[in-house]
């Protein structure tokens, strides 16, 4: 079967203390996924 995860917020990396903050206080429900930039 195929897995369909839920993603709650997409955040930039720049965010990534709030997205554990989000993570750790169970103030979102599914994923919080961390984007990366494409600059180098």
Same mark, same amino acid.
């Given at each position: 079967?195929?897995?369909?995860? +839920?993603?709650?917020? &997409?955040?930039?990396?720049?965010?990534?203390?709030?997205?554990?903050?989000? &993570?750790?206080? +169970?103030?979102?429900?599914?994923?919080?996924?961390?984007?990366?930039?494409?600059?180098?």
């Amino acid at each position: 079967g195929q897995l369909h995860p +839920h993603v709650s917020d &997409v955040l930039p990396l720049e965010r990534a203390a709030d997205a554990m903050n989000a &993570v750790a206080n +169970h103030t979102v429900r599914g994923r919080v996924v961390l984007r990366c930039s494409s600059r180098l």
